[in-house]
T-cell receptor, first 119, second 109 residues
């Protein structure tokens, strides 16, 4: 398996522009997560989906952020309009809780991240 | 999920064991202790997890105290490639994994 795939790997845009980040989870995984990482705030969970349904979006900073998962193999995180303070590395992760070495197994597999710079 | 506390940084000599502590004094009975690490510029990587018994896999060992208020991740023979930020997370059956600041481990030659 290729692992979690994210695109683009790097994105540079100007303030006010719409940004769309994409994620393809590992095939067969039923949970998908979006994280944001900055030096100041560390690694933050933004939202996660179970079986394509958003479960907890309490980490989404504000209405400018939205996430969708139209099917089991694709998710997007959209920022509209973007602001310089949105500059960060955005990670997508997927998991298949309970399907592993033990019933408690809940490993999240992370993608390589998208480095977003908003000028 | 319970809050965890880790030292901000640690050093370890190459080839020696690295022992990374984590306090989770408010952990509840159904919360597991998970360890992840993040090597520079990469996404976090799962290492190991446990509930109350000590666990070992090909990467590390996890020692959990009997009262479950603290744990130690052991890398038995640290290499330069083990230099990373190590995160200790207390997680129940939900998927809501909250990363703290972690411990920055530097393995020195």
């Amino acid at each position: 398996d290729a692992g979690v795939i994210q695109s683009p790997r790097h994105e540079v845009t100007e303030m006010g522009q719409e940004v769309t980040l994409r994620c393809k989870p590992i095939s067969g995984h039923n949970s998908l997560f979006w994280y944001r990482q900055t030096m100041m705030r560390g690694l933050e969970l933004l939202i996660y989906f179970n079986n394509n349904v958003p479960i907890d979006d309490s980490g989404m900073p504000e209405d400018r952020f939205s996430a969708k998962m139209p099917n089991a193999s694709f998710s997007t995180l959209k920022i509209q309009p973007s602001e310089p303070r949105d500059s960060a590395v955005y990670f997508c992760a997927s998991s298949n809780p309970g399907r592993g070495p033990s019933s408690s197994y809940n490993e999240q597999f992370f993608g390589p991240g998208t480095r977003l710079t908003v000028l | 999920d319970a809050k965890t506390t880790q030292p901000p940084s640690m050093d370890c000599a190459e080839g020696r064991a690295a022992n990374l502590p984590c306090n989770h004094s408010t952990i509840s009975g159904n919360e597991y202790v998970y360890w992840y690490r993040q090597i520079h510029s990469q996404g976090p990587q799962y290492i190991i997890h446990g509930l109350k018994n000590n666990e070992t896999n090909e990467m590390a060992s996890l020692i959990i105290t009997e009262d479950r208020k603290s744990s130690t991740l052991i890398l038995p023979h640290a290499t330069l490639r083990d230099t990373a930020v190590y995160y200790c997370i207390a997680l129940n059956n939900n998927n809501d994994m909250r990363f703290g600041a972690g411990t920055r481990l530097t393995v020195k030659p």
